[in-house]
Each structure stands twice: as C-alpha cells, then as structure tokens.
C-alpha cells in the first residue's frame, strides 16, 4: 500500500471522528445537563409540588403560582407577537415590492433586536409598559415585553417561511380568480405554516426561559394573580431567586428548572404535533 | 361597474351574436413592454370559439406575455404596460377597471410546470369552487368527479382524495391542475407548455385530453413542440423576434403554416417538423 494511500486513509480517520466527535458531544452536554437537574431534582416533584403556592421563600410547597404566571405572561406574549410578525411578513412577502425600502428597514430594525440583551428589554419594558404606560410590575407588563423580545424570532422564522412558498402556488392561485387576500389565506399562509409554527417553538421556548426582561416588568410576586394587572413570578425567575436569594433553596430550584424543562419539550412536542397533523391534513407535502 | 357586468356576461354570448365568424378573442395591434422594453409588437390575431389555437416560435419572444394578457396574470408584473385593443367576446380586456378575479374564471392558465398547491387533491380542487361560492358539500363532489373524469384522473385517484396532490406523479399533477382549471367552467384555457416538463408518456396523455376539450372550451397552448402543435391545434401563430421585439409573422390553419407557409421565416422554422 502506498504512503499517499495510508495518509489518504488516516486522513479519513480524521475526518469520521470530527464527524461523529462533535455532535457526540452536543449530546453528552445535553444529556450531563439533563441527568444533572433530574438528580438534584426528581426527588422534589410530586402532585403537591405542581399544585400548591410556595412556603417560606420556595423552601416548601410548591410552584402552582409560577406555573400560571409562566402560562399567562407566555400566552400574552405569543397573542400579541404572533399576529404582528406573521402580519408584518405576509406585507414585506406579498404587499410590498422585494425592492421597496421599506422592507429593508423593518428587517434591519429587526435583526437588531434580535441580537439586543433581554436585560435591555427588561429596562426598556420597565420605562414603557411599567411607567409611562402605568401598567406597573404586572402580567401584563411582562407579556409585551417578552412579545417585543420573541417579535423578530417569529417574524424571521414567518417571513423565511412565506418566501419559501413556490411562487407557483402564489401564481397559481390568482390564476384561478381568488382575489389577492384569498390568496394569502386560503394558499399562501397554509403552505408556510410549519416554518411559522417551528419559529412559534423557538420563541415560545425563549419567552418561557426568560428572566432578565422579567424581573423588571412582571415582577417578584410569588402569589397566585387573580388579574392580567397582578405581579407574578415565572418559572424562570422562581428558578433564578432560589439559586441566588434564598438559601438552601437549590434543590428546590433543581425542581423547578426540571418542571420548567418539562414543560419546554411538552410544550415544543405538542407544536410539532400540531405541524404534524397539519401536514398530515395536506398542508404540505410529505 | 358596465366591465363587470361585460365579464359576466362573458359566458352567454349575446343573442345577437352574428354567427361564428366573430372571434371570441380579437387582438389588435397588442404590444407588451416590461418597463422600458417593449418585448411584444403589433399583434393582431384572431381566435374563433372552439378551436385549439397554437402559438409557436423561439424562446423570448413574447408567448408567455402575450397568454399573460389574455387573463390579466401580467398585471402581476410590476412596470409591466400593455397597449393595443385586446377583446374577449367583445369585452375589454386592457380596461384598467377590469374585474380581473371574474375574468381569472373565465379564462384559466395552466402553467409550463404543475403547480398543485400542496394540499391534499380533493382540497387542491375544492379551493377554487368554494372560492367561487359553491357552498354545499354535494354539488362540489359531483364537480370534482366530474373534472378528474374529463381528464382521466377519477379512476386513478378516486380512492385517495385525501392523499397529498404532491405525492402524484408529474403527468397525473400536471391533469389535476387542467381539472382544477376547469372546475370554474372556464370559456378559455391557456396553456403555456403544458406537456415540456412531463415525460412523453405523460404529454401524450395531456395532449390527447387536449382534443377532448375543445368540445368544452377555447383553447390557446403555447408549444415548442412543432409535431405537438400540428397534432392539437387548429389553428397556427409564429411569433418571432423583429429587431429585438417579438411579433407574429404568420398565421393561419395547421395546414397552411406547416405545408403552404408564406414567409421564409415560417418555411425555415417549421421545416424542422415537417422534413
Ligand atoms: N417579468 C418580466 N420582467 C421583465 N422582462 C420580462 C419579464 N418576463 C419576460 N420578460 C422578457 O420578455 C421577453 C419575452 O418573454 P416571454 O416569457 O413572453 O417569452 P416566451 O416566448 O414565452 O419565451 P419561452 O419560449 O422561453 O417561454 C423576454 O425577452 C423576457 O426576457
Ligand atoms: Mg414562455
């Protein structure tokens, strides 16, 4: 065997562990992350945990409030961000023309806040939904600011997906006499619904893990809210405060990042489920 | 407000239509331009209710526009100006106050590549018809069964409605969009090479289905496929490019353009199919 032969073959050694090397260990991060939270936090989760108030400081009882704060500000953010971003996409894809500026603008602006820190959301909803708005530190607070944060993954994630529709569809609508908004509806939207709905996962998945742009604007408050006007504590933030506030709390925080993971691959499950069926429907292609 | 009323009227022709010696698309003097260039020149043409009228010639040189036209799909074209006197069954087909989405009924487009939407077949052909307001479920079944027969679908895929359209083969996809087409009983179809991105098998298949629609409706198909045209069509027009802008330099009966052409340029072109 030839020395260029050997060196080929070593080469190629190389090669296959770097392949398999990297996403090795992607998984064994995740997998180490994963087993560390279970170990440190299976133990405290039962029925009682999921379903009563906490006691004194999360030390005891359990994280209900948290979970219906997390739903409330999540829902509130996704109601408000997902209509704007598919709205915006639907008017830089089929309104406006590719060359209108625009377009260019609001996509600029977007990427922008896509890379900005959420602290600096949290500052900003603090001023705008806390102050000059006079929402205060409440649910409501906190939902718009998630809904700026998670606005330009899901007009991203819309937009790339409309743009991916084959403009055969689009023609071939309109050549069938649907007047443009039909169109839009009835072809356009359904065709690029599972890339709006893997964008949905990605922000929906950001908005529940977020802490920074919280903490200023839905608040401390570890109390059940009885109104959208009420502070309330995530997950997140609950998991935050007993790591670094309260002592003694870490494994109760262990507890409560386990029961926020849950809820993350719950949650990006039921969503691709949802993409699934509609798929399965016929809304694309298998 | 007269321009939908005309577009409605399309399908009745008046009662005082004067025989079939008027055409139901009368083109004068059409010209095309995308922004500054002007790619089609000067096209009169004359197409008779009933026939399969073929426009051939070399690539670019204004077949597509000239289809666009016809159903108003260039309004889609931004800068995109068309000029001339264009009639369909005496009504105005450049009036800027058209009523497009009636017209889009009347006249449906089949494009070069199929083009089902990627929705399952029954809602690939159930679209249009909502669309056009056939709320109940029965009458849209019967119009289905009825268009996947007239191109030779239903018995291919009666039992897989529910199947996405996707999944079919090119030729069997390229017939549901000529059923999706006819659904809204359209006046005329355009074809703009329907058969170039199907395998033979599947061409001869759209081309027989072809002749078996004149009985429905006026057909106008854009080919490169010379043998294909003297197969399918009646009629013949060879648009060609003069000084950079397209034209028709012939036209006439299949008979007359392949075997007693009168230009050179026409002799030249279609020797390739006849020698
Ligand atoms: N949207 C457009 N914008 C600008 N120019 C265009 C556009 N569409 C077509 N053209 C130009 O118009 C001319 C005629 O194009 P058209 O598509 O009508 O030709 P065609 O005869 O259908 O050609 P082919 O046989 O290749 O389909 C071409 O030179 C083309 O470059
Ligand atoms: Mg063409």
Not at chain 1, 79 to 105: C, I, M
Not at chain 1, 199 to 213: I, N, P, Q, S, Y
Not at chain 2, 127 to 147: D, H, N, Q, W, Y
Request: hydrophobic share 50%; glycine share 10%.
């Amino acid at each position: 065997m030839s020395i260029d032969a050997l060196r080929r073959r070593r080469t190629a050694r190389v090669v296959d562990a770097a392949v398999w090397g990297v996403p090795a260990i992607t998984v064994a991060a995740l997998a180490w992350l994963l087993a560390d939270v279970v170990w440190h936090g299976a133990g405290q989760i039962d029925l009682a945990f999921l379903t009563t108030a906490p006691r004194s400081a999360g030390r005891a009882g359990g994280i209900a409030p948290m979970l219906v704060s997390t739903a409330i500000v999540v829902a509130i953010a996704v109601a408000v961000a997902l209509p704007l971003a598919v709205g915006t996409a639907v008017l830089l894809v089929e309104v406006l023309p590719p060359s209108a500026s625009a377009g260019r603008w609001i996509r600029r602006s977007l990427d922008i806040l896509a890379g900005m820190p959420s602290i600096v959301f949290g500052l900003f909803g603090n001023l705008v939904f806390c102050t000059m708005l006079g929402m205060g530190f409440s649910l409501l607070s906190g939902g718009l600011t998630l809904a700026c944060m998670v606005l330009p993954i899901l007009m991203r994630a819309a937009e790339e997906s409309l743009r991916g529709v084959p403009d055969g569809c689009r023609r071939g609508a309109l050549a069938l006499g649907m007047p443009r908004h039909r169109a839009i509806t009835a072809v356009i939207l359904p065709c690029g619904m599972p890339g709006i709905i893997d964008g949905l996962t990605l922000g929906v998945g950001r908005a529940m893990a977020e802490t920074a742009a919280l903490v200023f604007t839905s608040g401390y408050v570890d109390r059940m809210p009885s109104a959208l006007t009420d502070s309330g504590r995530t997950l997140a933030v609950h998991v935050f405060d007993l790591s670094m506030n309260v002592t003694g709390g870490d494994r109760w925080a262990y507890a409560t990042a386990l029961v926020l993971i849950g809820l993350l691959l719950v949650t990006a499950g039921l969503l691709s489920l949802a993409s699934r069926f509609l798929q399965r429907k016929g809304a694309h292609k298998p | 407000m007269t321009n939908l009323h005309a577009v409605a009227e399309l399908h009745r022709p008046p009662v005082d239509e004067p025989g079939p010696a008027v055409p139901l698309i009368r083109a004068r003097g059409v010209s095309v331009s995308y922004g500054a260039r002007r790619v089609l020149g000067d096209v009169s043409l004359d197409i008779a209710r009933g026939s399969v009228t073929a426009l051939i010639g070399p690539s670019g040189c204004g077949k597509t526009s000239f289809l666009g036209c016809l159903n108003r799909m260039v309004d889609l074209i931004p800068r995109c100006r068309v000029t001339g006197e264009l009639r369909l069954a005496g009504a105005d087909l450049l009036d800027p106050t058209l009523d497009v989405v009636a017209l889009r009924r009347r006249v449906g487009l089949i494009f070069q590549r199929p083009n089902p939407f990627p929705f399952s077949i029954r809602h690939n052909l159930d679209l249009p018809l909502r669309e056009a307001g056939v709320r109940r479920k029965e009458p849209r079944a019967a119009a289905i069964e009825r268009c996947l027969r007239a191109v030779g679908l239903w018995d291919e895929v009666h039992d897989r409605l529910d199947h996405a359209a996707g999944a079919l083969s090119g030729g069997q996809q390229q017939r549901l969009c000529i059923a999706r087409a006819l659904l809204l009983d359209p006046e005329v179809l355009l074809m703009d090479e329907p058969c170039s991105a199907l395998d033979p098998i599947s061409g001869a298949t759209v081309e027989a289905l072809i002749g078996s629609l004149k009985e429905r409706c006026t057909i106008v198909i854009v080919t490169h496929n010379l043998a294909q045209a003297r197969r399918v069509a009646d009629r013949c027009a060879l648009f060609w490019l003069r000084d950079g802008i397209g034209t028709i330099v012939e036209q006439g009966t299949v008979g007359q353009i392949f075997h007693a052409p009168k230009s050179e340029i026409t002799a030249a072109y279609v020797r390739g199919a006849v020698a």
